[in-house]
């Protein structure tokens, strides 16, 4: 399916970094070729917030780690800035589903990593860096804990502050909030905003949570089960999206109105299949 087709194709003026063209990628299961990413073709714009939503199982890992470098794709091309993305690379940055920190690291340690993979940088400088981040996440008073005595909250801020530091171009988040308290949840959004405000980086979200996906995009693609962008929606809703904006009536009115087009979306795509939403 065209971009174009979509009400959703990138905003007039904003500068494509990444496309998508006839992108397919199989997998063999139980000795079985199986389609987990079927025929997407999908700009994304500089400095655009993009949230992927789908039911369980429609591709949406498989999508991100494609663009991560980590999976090639079985067909079709994805390009960076007009170059073919041939493996990961420092300007993308991924938050994996599971927690990545190393378990005999502390917080500290655990942030310095991405750094010393890095290298160039002083030990001191590393250091001032990852305080920065981590301070930037709201994890000063935890900077000498180790993760098993973090709770599930602190593991996902450590784990962006872990790629944050790295400072790359284009972050891909996978879930990152996913099982977290909404208050917890609503704080991490706050700072994700602001981070990407300040950082004028390029993010690729993927969530099950629609209220999430309106609060956080400029855009929101559906995955159906077959592995298909099944539509793209523009979310032009003013920012910021939380505190006295969101009790206007209208802008709450806007709001429920995307979340439900969304999900419509969602369910029609998602077939037979045990749908989350
Ligand atoms: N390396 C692999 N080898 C074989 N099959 C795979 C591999 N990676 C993913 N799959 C299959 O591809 C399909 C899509 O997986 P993927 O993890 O991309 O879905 P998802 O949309 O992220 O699901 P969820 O919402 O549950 O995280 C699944 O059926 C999965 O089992
Ligand atoms: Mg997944």
């Not at 063209?21 to 073709?41: A, D, H, L, P």
């Not at 927690?99 to 991405?114: C, D, F, H, I, Q």
């Not at 995009?217 to 077959?226: G, H, L, P, T």
């Amino acid at each position: 399916m065209s971009d174009e087709l979509h009400n959703g194709s990138i905003t007039a003026g904003r500068k494509k970094l990444i496309s998508l063209r006839g992108v397919s990628k199989n997998f063999r299961k139980n000795g079985k070729e199986i389609t987990v990413v079927n025929n997407c073709n999908l700009d994304i714009a500089e400095n655009e917030f993009l949230v992927i939503v789908g039911p369980t199982g429609s591709g949406k890992s498989t999508f991100l780690k494609m663009i991560a470098g980590f999976e090639a794709p079985t067909t079709g091309e994805i390009r960076l800035g007009g170059e073919i993305i041939k493996g990961p690379g420092a300007d993308r940055g991924m938050i994996f589903q599971e927690y990545a920190l190393l378990p005999w690291r502390n917080v500290l340690k655990n942030v310095e990593l991405g750094l010393e993979f890095k290298g160039g940088k002083s030990e001191a400088r590393n250091r001032e860096l990852a305080m920065k981040y981590i301070d930037m996440v709201g994890l000063s008073s935890a900077v000498n804990k180790h993760p098993v005595e973090l709770s599930g909250g602190m593991k996902r801020r450590a784990s962006l502050a872990m790629i944050l530091v790295t400072k790359p171009k284009i972050l891909l988040m996978d879930g990152p909030f996913n099982a977290l308290d909404s208050k917890t949840k609503m704080t991490l959004h706050e700072e994700i905003t602001r981070i990407w405000k300040h950082e004028r980086n390029t993010i690729i979200f993927v969530t099950s949570d629609l209220d999430e996906a309106v609060k956080l995009s400029d855009r929101i693609a559906v995955m159906n089960r077959a592995g298909q962008i099944s539509n793209i929606f523009r979310n032009d809703l003013p920012r910021p999206r939380t505190g006295k904006a969101a009790l206007e009536t209208d802008f709450h009115n806007r709001f429920v109105k995307l979340r439900e087009e969304v999900l419509n979306e969602v369910k029609a795509g998602a077939g037979k299949a045990v749908c989350e939403y």
